[in-house]
């Protein structure tokens, strides 16, 4: 076996390792250095990020709004079968007859 010697050995390299890794990972001109921009390019500011309303009243008015959208593309996808079905000459039986 190793003896004293090496468990002391083992035992600095135990407490050495982590405290030497905090001290340099832990440091905030290296935080704000390497993590902070590629934080940056990861986590874009609030582009596409929905807005949670927090009172009734935004939660009402966010409410109509998306009403207001169903409604509007419901009207659109109707007005484009409307449009289909009036190009089309009745289907597979109008152009067998004509």
Known sequence: MGGPNLEVFKFA???FVPVAALMHYGDPDWYNRNVLPYK???????????HIPTDQTAVREELARIRAQKLARKLEREQAEAAA???S???WL???SK
Do not use: A, C, H, T
Request: proline share 4%; glycine share 18%.
């Open 94 to 96: 109008g152009s067998w």
């Open 85 to 87: 079905q009036s190009n």
């Open 13 to 15: 390299i135990y407490m």
């Open 40 to 50: 940056e390019r990861l986590f874009p500011e609030d582009k596409g990020r929905v």
């Open 89 to 91: 000459s009745g289907g």
